[in-house]
């Protein structure tokens, strides 16, 4: 009623057993409703949606100088998963602030856009090249695609690093199929390790790459065609997404498969022992139904060693407690993909007015009351009658003609912002 032209797309519940605080933040590529950022709470209702006329993707939650921010990928996107389009960033109002595009020529492509703690972007990019690939099959002047990485200055929009995998990693390291164009790395995220390098993952070399940030060389590589790091028993992966480094060393990642031995997906904490070149599985998360996902997905590692796993081509999003027990789990109505899919806190502070819909009856009225956005509205009022909030829209009733509708608190305040008035 207060919000016509949405539709949304919606999830049920399946399991609710005190999963960590926050709210759920993601995006869907496909299925029912319109494509846009959407913030959930854990009973599935929305607390903010934006539609767009375009594909967004990686919806999370960040801080950019210091300040919280939500920022996504938006732009179109080719048959084969490569991107065009930019990084976009608002602020707790909703407010966007920035817009990032890749610089040199080139496109920001979906697969990451990480703010760093110094007002930089690093994001990747897809570019068309040729390249002799008679050594895996192709042409001598086969189309192939350069996974990049750039660091762009958010504010003024300058490269401040590039990086190109075509220069560090041979096209024999590939497990993909020679195609036109040629995907041989096919690059699917970028992490910032705490000693200023970077943590990348390629999907089609089945590999995660520490790189020098000064020099662009690789440091190490765990997996592939040419590990340089022993993997340990059930650490082998395939075709993975979302390597994330932790303050403690570990590294957590989305597995993928399918391998010889990882056929069902599931996220996995690895243990690495970088001078003794080892890495020991510590912990896996796989979903009880064992699910077999295509492609995409992530794992958030939350406090306690819990872990969020959105699952790619599959329509579920999964929390777990830190021995793989399921405190949540969701599933996107008409099987919806997910790219990634995050569970964080934000405060969202709304400069619009609540939405509100009065129908007028014999002796009452109906109110519709909506607040797009607003994380802190617990209770609306209605003149001087108090409701409590129930999920994104609530629907009060109440005597004679009401003139006003203001979103409260949880101590039952009044919002900032949050009243409306009724004519």
Known sequence: MTQPTFRVPTIDVLTRANPAPGLIFVATLNGPGQRGPLILDDRGNVVWFKPLPTTAIDFRPQTYLGKPVLTWWEGTISQTGVGQGVGVIVDETYKEIAR????????????EFLLTPTGTALVTIYNTVTRDATAVGGSASQPTLDSIIQEIDVKTGRVLFEWHSLDHVP?????????????????????????GNLIVSARNTSAVYKVDKSTGNIVWTLGGRSSTITLGPRVFFMYQHDARVHSDGTLTIFDDGPGPSSQQARAIRVGLDVPGRSAVLLQEYAHPQALLVAAMGNAQQLAGDAMFVGWGTQPYMTEF?????????AKFSGDAWNYRAFRSPWVGLPKTKPTVVARKHV????????????????????????????????????PGRPTAVTALDAHRRPLPGGTTTLR
């Open 100 to 111: 990032v595009s890749a610089g040199n020529g080139l496109y920001v492509d979906v697969h």
């Open 321 to 329: 407690g830190p021995l793989g027990d399921v405190r949540f789990d």
């Open 171 to 195: 096209i024999t390291d590939s497990y993909a199929p020679v195609l036109d164009p040629y995907d041989y790395f096919h690059i699917n995220s970028i992490d910032l390790d705490y000693d």
């Open 363 to 398: 002796g009452k009225t109906t109110v519709y009351a909506s607040w797009n956005g607003s994380t802190q509205t617990a209770y609306w009022r209605v003149d001087e009658k108090t409701f409590r909030r129930t999920g994104f829209e609530t629907v009060m009733s109440v």
